[in-house]
């Protein structure tokens, strides 16, 4: 199983930016897929995630209103449209998933996932 994320990269403060992550290996699609990040200095935090196409989103607080999460199951790929971005946002962006469904209360808990993906920066200026 592999996870591929790209995307990252440096943008001022209200910019936008658009990761993917592309999904290979699973014999069948993931029951959840999530976005995580992490700051220098601190610990990873679940950013949003998606349980397949067209079914529930989840958004941690910070990013309710500014970042959309999607995927797509033919291109086995999910993404996470980063809008309004601010210089909290800069981190390290991970791509996980699950093959099975998680409760809805451990889905940011990066405890549960062992499949990741190798994390593509996200820098934003000030």
């Known amino acids: 199983v592999q996870l591929q994320a790209s995307g990252g990269g440096l943008v001022q403060a209200g910019g936008s930016l658009r990761l993917s992550c592309t999904a290979s290996?699973?014999?069948?699609?993931?029951?959840?897929m999530c976005w995580f990040r992490q700051a220098p200095g601190k610990e990873r935090e679940g950013v949003s995630c998606v349980e397949r196409t067209g079914g529930p989103t989840y958004y941690a607080d910070s990013v309710k209103g500014r970042f959309t999460v999607s995927r797509d199951s033919v291109k086995k790929t999910l993404y996470l449209q980063m809008n309004s971005l601010k210089p909290d946002d800069t981190a390290v962006y991970y791509c996980?998933?699950?093959?099975?469904?998680?409760?809805?209360?451990?889905?940011?808990?990066?405890?549960?996932?062992?499949?990741w993906g190798q994390g593509t920066l996200v820098t934003v200026s000030s």
């Open positions: 996980a998933a699950r093959l099975y469904r998680v409760v809805v209360s451990s889905l940011f808990d990066p405890r549960v996932y062992i499949n």
């Open positions: 290996g699973f014999t069948s699609g993931p029951a959840v």
